[in-house]
T-cell receptor
Framework: GDSVTQMEGPVTLSEEAFLTINCTYT??????LFWYVQYPGEGLQLLLK?????DKGSNKGFEATYRKETTSFHLEKGSVQVSDSAVYFC????????????????FGKGTKLSVKP | NAGVTQTPKFRVLKTGQSMTLLCAQD?????MYWYRQDPGMGLRLIHY???????AKGEVPDGYNVSRLKKQNFLLGLESAAPSQTSVYFC??????????????FGPGTRLTVL
């Protein structure tokens, strides 16, 4: 079945360091790809998304490019801040169709990021 | 616009007790979901609904029941709680999006402990 594998944490960085969180996926169809972020004590919220190959999602200084040839969607940020400390989840969604997939999200296990001042 | 809300925020149960978690959304979304989050496991889908009056099983449905009597509400029931159901439960909702990505909006979570 479809699956998402992301690098295990925790990841600890100093403020202004460069961030990469690796994410690879396995899918039979043409999924959309997502990064969700979970701040301490809160629910998940969408950080960015990409719906087709070579699309780049971006938000709040974070970027990720949908690479179909390497089945990857790595999250990057050039200069992290203390406020970026959170758990980051990579996820994929099949295209919904009424004969099968309902377009459910499949999540990776999450990567905890801690940024020190 | 409150988005997705969950009740209660915290609960402690004894083994064998029952309870219902309530999820409500005010975005007129068709799809609703219940997940559980456990350390090192990410989020796993328990049950979901594609519209009022419909429900379906997710990855880990055993020990849970759900109902979607109204479009805006999705209830998760535990008939006889077990310690293995100690977890953080998240509700989410989304529009039907047949052609584009399926963004889900999450509630703040319910932390459940079963003793």
């Amino acid at each position: 079945g479809d699956s998402v594998t992301q690098m295990e944490g925790p990841v600890t960085l100093s403020e202004e360091a460069f961030l990469t969180i690796n994410c690879t996926y396995t899918a039979t169809g043409y999924p959309s790809l997502f990064w969700y972020v979970q701040y301490p004590g809160e629910g998940l919220q969408l950080l960015l998304k990409a719906t087709k190959a070579d699309d780049k999602g971006s938000n709040k200084g974070f970027e990720a490019t949908y690479r179909k040839e390497t089945t990857s969607f790595h999250l990057e940020k050039g200069s992290v801040q203390v406020s970026d400390s959170a758990v980051y989840f990579c996820a994929l969604s099949d295209q919904p169709n009424y004969g099968g997939s309902q377009g459910n999200l499949i999540f990776g296990k999450g990567t905890k990021l801690s940024v020190k001042p | 616009n409150a988005g997705v809300t969950q009740t209660p925020k915290f609960r402690v149960l004894k083994t064998g007790q029952s309870m219902t978690l309530l999820c409500a959304q005010d975005m007129n979304h068709e799809y609703m979901y219940w997940y559980r989050q456990d350390p090192g496991m990410g989020l796993r889908l328990i049950h979901y609904s594609v519209g009022e009056g419909t429900t379906a099983k997710g990855e880990v449905p055993d020990g849970y029941n759900v109902s979607r009597l109204k479009k805006q509400n999705f209830l998760l029931g535990l008939e006889s709680a077990a310690p293995s159901q100690t977890s953080v439960y998240f509700c989410a909702s989304s529009l039907i999006t047949a052609l584009v990505s399926n963004e889900q909006f999450f509630g703040p979570g319910t932390r459940l402990t079963v003793l």
